[in-house]
């Protein structure tokens, strides 16, 4: 066990010092909207850097392979809806689940959302019926979906669940087929995830995809 124990602690101490090399500015790049479209390739260079310099020459790179900033202000704006009508008490939409699929894959209203207790009793939710989504009146709007989130009725003892769907068009080609993703909000904890289990790794081999695709045709 000691081995084992060394090695950690050598991770540990590996892993402090990297974040000790990097400003505030730079070191949680990967875990923002332009960083969502890092590439596994570019996760693994990034892990590599060790300076604000370094980094600065990273996301330069980074920035021009993508349109520059047409890409810039594209990711801006999905970031900003995203923090307007996907926020869960204290964290920002652009840092959920769904606000990194809204800014992956483009916004997109639940096609379904219904509100169910912690233990498993479900019940279908009144902000289900949405008028104003665009989508049918069997949809809710994003001002719909922001109020499910947050409103008193979602306690702790509460989860909403959203239901999206992408059409095969609106996704890479190299995915070939359509998207049908269930997230749960949970406002006692201010997170949100996918409902089912593997969608992680269902949704990380897309978004690689679409990483990749954000390389392939750049924004002009």
């Known amino acids: 066990m000691k081995p ?20 505030e500015k730079y070191k949680d790049f990967p875990r923002s909207p332009q960083g969502y479209f ?5 996760r693994a260079q990034w892990a590599g850097i060790r300076t604000d310099a370094e980094a600065e020459q990273f996301v330069s790179a980074f920035l021009a392979k993508r349109g520059g900033e047409a890409f810039v202000k594209e990711v801006a704006q999905n970031a900003a809806q995203a923090d307007k009508y996907l926020t869960i008490g204290k964290t920002p939409g652009s840092l959920t689940v769904r606000g990194k699929m809204m800014i992956l894959l483009g916004p997109a209203a639940p096609t379904s959302v219904t509100k169910r207790k912690k233990a498993g009793d479900s019940h279908l ?4 019926t949405g008028a104003d989504s665009g989508l ?10 922001q109020a499910a989130s947050n409103d008193p009725g979602n306690s702790t003892f509460f989860l909403t669940e959203y239901t999206y769907s992408y059409p ?10 359509p998207l049908t993703v269930k997230v749960e909000v949970d406002p006692g904890t201010d997170r949100d995830r996918f409902s089912s289990f593997g969608a992680d790794k269902e949704m990380d081999k897309l978004y690689e995809m679409v990483a990749q695709a954000s390389l392939a045709a750049p924004k002009k």
């Open 38 to 42: 890092m590439t596994s390739a570019e």
């Open 136 to 145: 049918g009146n069997s949809t809710p709007s994003m001002a719909d979906m």
């Open 125 to 128: 939710s009144p902000y289900a």
């Open 168 to 177: 095969a068009a609106a996704l890479p080609a190299a995915y070939g087929k």
């Open 4 to 23: 084992i124990a060394a090695v950690f602690t050598l991770a540990l101490c590996a892993s402090a010092v990297f974040a000790a090399g990097l400003s």
